[in-house]
């Protein structure tokens, strides 16, 4: 049973425009959210992260925002640039664990 | 570049072998973890340490043994492992487990590719 759901598996999007990925999850009693980038042959980076209690958080070109009503959660990055090509994880925490619950991924590619 | 250091980066060893795969923070993070990643799977939790003590198993098979030496240093046991054990095995640290500090992100080490024979 897949609780975190990446339903896109890849994304291309043209450098300057914006990219939007997003993330469903089924488990109501998620209270933290996070997005991960991650190269080849390199661990996952942390990008950006969102509390339960909050619709949305933004940290330069990055922001989160979470539907909690829709169990859903979206990264946009903008402007997007090539070095953003990646594979982009969300995950998510259930409440008073330290679990994280990753979902399967998005590879997203920016062009020139 | 990563602030969670893995050792060794690649492995490859028998299934009657004993090796230790090793992992090492200096941000101070008092919370530390394991887990395994498949390829194109997600990361799985595998163990979870908050304080230098075991805080979650994830029922991992016992051939897996984690120790946590000091609050810098994290270590996997690896004993008579089987081949759907090949994988990349990641760990993370934070800075404090949630229950005491609150949501914090995790931050991962590269990773160590494991091959079993």
């Known amino acids: 049973d897949q609780q975190v759901k990446q339903n896109s598996p890849s994304l291309s999007v043209q450098e300057g425009r914006i990219s939007i990925l997003n993330c469903d999850y089924t488990?109501?009693?998620?209270?933290?959210f996070l997005w991960y980038k991650k190269y080849p042959a390199e661990g996952p980076t942390f990008l950006i992260s969102?509390?339960?209690?909050?619709d949305k958080n933004e940290d330069g070109r990055f922001t989160v925002f979470l539907n909690k009503s829709a169990k859903h959660l979206s990264l946009h990055i903008v402007p997007s640039q090539p070095g953003d090509s990646a594979v982009y994880f969300c995950?998510?925490?259930?409440?008073?664990?330290?679990?994280?619950?990753f979902g399967t991924g998005t590879r997203l590619q920016v062009f020139p | 570049d990563t602030e969670v250091t893995q050792t060794p980066k690649h492995l490859v060893m028998g299934m009657t072998n004993k090796k230790s795969l090793k992992c090492e923070q200096h941000?101070?993070?008092?919370?530390m973890y394991w887990y395994k990643q498949k390829a194109k799977k997600p990361p799985e939790l595998m163990f979870v340490?908050?304080?230098?003590?075991?805080?979650i198993n994830e029922s991992v098979p016992s051939r897996f043994s984690p120790e946590c030496p000091n609050s810098s240093l994290l270590n996997l046991h690896l004993h008579a492992l089987q081949p759907e054990d090949s994988a990349l095995y990641l760990c993370?640290?934070?800075?404090?487990?949630?229950?005491?500090?609150?949501?914090?992100?995790?931050?991962f080490g590269d990773g160590t590719r494991l091959s079993i024979l």
């Open positions: 993370a640290s934070s800075q404090e487990e949630k229950r005491t500090g609150g949501s914090q992100p995790q931050h």
């Open positions: 488990n109501s009693m998620f209270d933290y």
């Open positions: 969102i509390s339960s209690i909050k």
């Open positions: 995950a998510a925490s259930p409440y008073n664990t330290d679990k994280l619950i």
């Open positions: 941000m101070g993070h008092r919370a």
């Open positions: 340490y908050s304080y230098e003590k075991l805080s």
